[in-house]
């Protein structure tokens, strides 16, 4: 991730004349993934403030709460799972899909205390399962059940945000917590849960999604087309050197080096612009939560890809 490979990303910016204000770009960053890697790092900020820009970074707990933030003009950049766009496409906020980077199978899972007799999805049936509205461990969930031949309406979902389905898990009012990394690191460390086995899910990962305001993309298309390009080349970065991500955020999680390099070792990075194929399989994820009557309305990915796909 040296100056020059960063820079790469920036080449297409026009060089803007000095003011004495510069633009602010404020992006939405969830705990772990690379956008922490990036924003500790620091170099954006540099290569960025060339250009008349300034950056803030605000922290969410979970993709649909980013999401908000950005319908209401409080960010104009960040990045979720499959499932909150369509939550919000839904509901009508005004964003767009700029990017997007592949699906990593095996960082959320479905988790059960080591003492649970429950072995595997099918014995979810009846029980009380923790989860995030809307974020990539519900969807998860949807196809764990199906999978398993369970329908949604055989468990009893708990809406709850991470730190507070945490709780529940550890306090026995829930059966059972899916749950993204770090999350679920983490909560493995902690509490020696154990993972639920669910044949079938190390497969057909759905894609993550860098999103951004619709208004800010159309006054500011090179600084997004820059974004996601540079975005590609720190995500390969990362890939290719994990022990040393694992060093800049382990005491950022909390986690000690060794348990941060399992993390990063499940990660898959790495920011490519949108195309059809990947609208077409968010569609899939879209259509499953309506099929579901989990959304108020059937969405057309599409209508929110940018640039427009042909």
């Given at each position: 991730?040296?100056?020059?490979?960063l820079l790469k990303g920036l080449?297409?910016?026009?060089?803007?004349?000095?003011?004495?204000?510069?633009?602010?770009?404020?992006?939405?960053?969830?705990?772990?993934?690379?956008?922490?890697?990036?924003?500790?790092?620091?170099?954006?900020?540099?290569?960025?403030?060339?250009?008349?820009?300034?950056?803030?970074?605000?922290?969410?707990?979970?993709?649909?709460?980013?999401?908000?933030?950005?319908?209401?003009?409080?960010?104009?950049?960040?990045v979720t799972g499959a499932p909150?766009?369509?939550?919000?496409?839904?509901?009508?906020?005004?964003?767009?899909?700029?990017?997007?980077?592949?699906?990593?199978?095996?960082?959320?899972?479905?988790?059960?205390?080591?003492?649970?007799?429950?072995?595997?999805?099918?014995?979810?049936?009846?029980?009380?399962?923790?989860?995030?509205?809307?974020?990539?461990?519900?969807?998860?969930?949807?196809?764990?059940?199906?999978?398993?031949?369970?329908?949604?309406?055989?468990?009893?979902?708990?809406?709850?945000?991470?730190?507070?389905?945490?709780?529940?898990?550890?306090?026995?009012?829930?059966?059972?917590?899916?749950?993204?990394?770090?999350?679920?690191?983490?909560?493995?460390?902690?509490?020696?849960?154990?993972?639920?086995?669910?044949?079938?899910?190390?497969?057909?990962?759905?894609?993550?999604?860098?999103e951004a305001r619709r208004e800010?993309?159309?006054?500011?298309?090179?600084?997004?087309?820059?974004?996601?390009?540079?975005?590609?080349?720190?995500?390969?970065?990362?890939?290719?050197?994990?022990?040393?991500?694992?060093?800049?955020?382990?005491?950022?999680?909390?986690?000690?080096?060794?348990?941060?390099?399992?993390?990063?070792?499940?990660?898959?990075?790495?920011?490519?612009?949108?195309?059809?194929?990947?609208?077409?399989?968010?569609?899939?994820?879209?259509?499953?939560?309506?099929?579901?009557?989990?959304?108020?309305?059937?969405?057309?990915?599409?209508?929110?890809?940018?640039?427009?796909?042909?």
């Open positions: 991730m040296t100056r020059r490979i080449l297409a910016l026009p060089v803007l004349a000095h003011a004495s204000e510069p633009k602010t770009l404020r992006i939405g960053f969830q705990k772990g993934g690379l956008l922490l890697l990036v924003k500790t790092r620091g170099v954006l900020e540099q290569l960025l403030a060339a250009q008349g820009w300034q950056l803030k970074w605000i922290e969410f707990p979970a993709g649909p709460a980013l999401l908000e933030a950005l319908n209401v003009g409080a960010i104009d950049f960040g909150p766009p369509v939550f919000a496409q839904a509901a009508g906020t005004q964003f767009v899909y700029v990017g997007a980077e592949p699906g990593a199978p095996g960082t959320e899972a479905i988790l059960v205390k080591p003492e649970s007799a429950m072995r595997s999805v099918v014995d979810l049936k009846g029980k009380r399962i923790g989860l995030a509205k809307g974020s990539s461990s519900h969807y998860l969930l949807i196809r764990a059940l199906t999978l398993a031949g369970l329908r949604y309406a055989d468990i009893q979902p708990v809406f709850l945000p991470p730190a507070d389905a945490r709780a529940a898990f550890q306090g026995g009012s829930i059966d059972a917590w899916v749950v993204w990394d770090p999350y679920l690191t983490i909560a493995q460390s902690a509490t020696q849960a154990r993972l639920l086995s669910a044949p079938g899910l190390d497969t057909g990962a759905p894609w993550s999604f860098y800010f993309t159309q006054a500011n298309p090179a600084i997004v087309r820059a974004l996601v390009g540079w975005l590609g080349e720190a995500g390969a970065w990362a890939n290719s050197h994990q022990a040393e991500a694992a060093r800049i955020l382990a005491p950022l999680l909390g986690l000690d080096e060794a348990l941060a390099l399992k993390l990063q070792q499940r990660q898959h990075y790495g920011a490519v612009p949108t195309n059809a194929a990947i609208a077409a399989s968010q569609q899939a994820v879209a259509d499953a939560f309506f099929e579901l009557k989990l959304i108020p309305r059937a969405v057309q990915v599409r209508e929110n890809f940018w640039p427009p796909l042909g």
